[in-house]
């Protein structure tokens, strides 16, 4: 019979392994897969690949042990890169960390102590409390509720909190509504809060020992005789399994939870709720992620990747003025203001402000804009003037260009390598915004990597070559006057060279004339 | 209205354009379900700044848009 290995870029268990397999360093939990779903099979059995996660982090040595059912299938000291310094899988506080259910390396409740444990639930019964206060029908849902009805703890894999409000709304749109409400509201109450789709929200909760858990709060909803709840759940539910709603008991602490607890568990996880599977992947109904991600999603596509972009590979980011920044000086008039559009590591802004201009920039990554602002002032701007800009969101296209028209002087639209990140929607709300901030005055200036190559452009996977006739045709739909376009060899994101950059100049008719 | 049965070729035309009919369908109804968030973020705007805006009130005005970002906007 095989047995299971353990190598620096695999596992390998045996055939008969085919529920959930977890996998522990020096007795700490570390990760779990099933091999059926995550593994592909090999002569000597299911072969599954390390996470990226994980393998990017295995050098040294520690005793790895996988456990099926109570059962041991493998023991023993492995040398990850032949190294024999201990392995150690710690955050910057020294707490350990593990693969979560999306993927991530972070710590998990298993390996977090009785105090912080009562420190989330502590927050989590804040946040409910605050819901319920502000009129929503909030509970506790996945793993929360999990644990809750299973044994009163906490789920030892999970490594975020998890609460579900019921909608009295049956339209999508009401529901976003509510929810944007809903935002507004735990914000005035202190809330961080991140806006993760049209109906979910991510609650930050500092921790006493420096860690900041998430609290995802899911919109959950019936359209006609469908229940939805984001994280991509749908199918049949009765609202009287949700609301009213009981009471249960979480690390010692009462908690609203939905009226039959069972009944949502089964719905959420499947008949097998009751059996605890650190390697649970639902499998959610494609008709209902097709409607929930039509109705809900779309509004910060890539941001992670931007963030990370931003945060990891910043050191190759050139932080002089890019030739477009240079060339754009030269065309406007001393002095003129500018709004940078995507300002990114804020490298070009900042040289406006050294150049004597005033400077407004705007981007939506929240990576970007604190490295931004941070550049801003040490290039000697008073009030680094940063704000957040969704362009798939119409709400902060129109405030952005209400700000912008009533600026006190016309101000002037800079956007370098914006243009090959956005969709179509996103597109025509950028030419939406320059058709509102520059009717009494002021230029757009546009770089981007144009189409007629087959060069790749950087960043990967977030840029896409655009053509600059799509986009002389999209400024003039809404008004635009197209005064210059060029298109030859110029400078990527991280200035290599690229053999086709496209430059166009418009402007939009003054309101006198 | 005819009671003709469509040609043969005219049948196998039919079948073979279906893929494409069920993408552009498709399509459009993902068209149509966005329109729930383009409703949502107009009316939240109109109904959040639309008030101050019609009182002609610069002051309030100005502050009900900053709050307005700070609330609603933020990264």
């Known amino acids: ?513 | 209205m005819s009671t003709q049965r469509p040609s043969p070729r005219r049948y196998v035309e039919a079948a073979i354009s279906l893929p494409r009919r069920i993408r552009d369908l498709e399509a459009a109804v993902t068209e149509n379900r966005q329109l729930n968030r383009r409703i949502a973020e107009l009316t939240d705007l109109v109904a959040e700044l639309l008030v101050p805006a019609t009182q002609r009130d610069e002051h309030r005005l100005q502050a009900s848009l900053a709050r307005y970002r700070a609330e609603t906007l933020a990264p």
């Open chain 1, 1 to 513: 019979m095989p047995t299971a290995a353990v190598t620096d870029s695999h596992l390998v268990v045996p055939w008969t392994a085919t529920g959930s397999v977890v996998v522990s360093f020096d007795d700490t939990y570390v990760w779990s897969f099933t091999a059926p779903r995550d593994a592909r099979p090999s002569r000597r059995g299911w072969q599954v690949a390390w996470p990226d996660v994980l393998r990017s982090r295995l050098t040294g040595t520690a005793q790895v042990r996988l456990g099926l059912d109570g059962t041991t299938l493998f023991d023993a000291p492995v040398a990850f890169g032949g190294s024999h310094e201990p392995l150690t899988l710690r955050d910057r506080h020294g707490h350990p960390l593990a693969v979560d259910k999306m993927g991530h390396l972070t710590r998990v409740f298993s390996e977090t102590g009785e105090e912080v444990r009562h420190q989330v639930v502590d927050g989590v019964g804040q946040a409910l409390a605050d819901l319920r206060d502000e009129g929503y029908d909030a509970h506790l849902s996945y793993g929360c509720l999990l644990g809750a009805v299973r044994d009163g703890r906490m789920i030892g894999h999970d490594s975020d909190a998890d609460l579900a409000y019921l909608s009295a709304h049956t339209s999508p749109a009401d529901v976003i509504r509510e929810s944007y409400a809903m935002e507004r509201a735990l914000r005035r109450r202190g809330w961080r809060v991140l806006r993760m789709s049209g109906a979910d929200l991510k609650l930050f909760h500092r921790l006493g020992d420096g860690r900041t858990v998430h609290i995802d709060v899911f919109g959950a909803f019936h359209v006609g005789d469908t229940f939805y709840q984001l994280g991509g759940r749908s199918g049949r539910l009765p609202r009287e399994a949700l609301t009213p709603v009981s009471q249960v008991t979480l690390e010692g602490v009462e908690l609203p939870a939905p009226g039959r607890p069972e009944a949502v568990l089964e719905f959420l996880y499947g008949p097998g709720w009751r059996v605890p599977d650190p390697a649970f992947a639902n499998v959610d109904p494609p008709e209902g992620l097709r409607r929930l991600s039509g109705w809900l999603h779309g509004v910060r596509t890539d941001v992670i990747g931007w963030n990370e972009l931003y945060r990891d590979r910043r050191a190759e980011i050139p932080w002089r003025p890019s030739p477009f920044a240079r060339w754009a000086d030269a065309l406007l008039g001393d002095g003129t203001p500018i709004a940078e559009i995507g300002c990114g590591t804020g490298r070009d802004c900042a040289w406006f402000v050294r150049r004597g201009r005033p400077v407004r920039a705007y981007d939506y990554a929240g990576t970007a804009i604190r490295q931004t602002r941070r550049r801003l002032v040490r290039a000697g701007a008073g009030a680094a003037d940063v704000a957040a800009l969704a362009l798939n969101d119409r709400r902060s296209v129109l405030v952005a260009g209400a700000e912008l028209a009533r600026s006190p002087l016309p101000t002037s639209l800079y956007a370098r390598g914006v243009v090959g990140c956005l969709d179509d929607e996103a597109r025509d709300h950028l030419w939406l915004l320059a058709s509102m901030s520059l009717r009494r005055g002021g230029t757009l200036l546009l770089e981007f990597a144009a189409t007629g190559t087959d060069e790749p452009s950087d960043p990967a996977g977030l840029h896409r070559r655009t053509d600059p006739a799509d986009m002389i045709a999209g400024i003039r739909r809404r008004g635009g006057v197209v005064d210059h376009v060029d298109v030859g060899p110029g400078l990527d994101f991280f200035d290599r060279p690229d053999p086709r950059v496209a430059r166009i100049v418009a402007h939009w008719t003054t309101e006198e004339t």
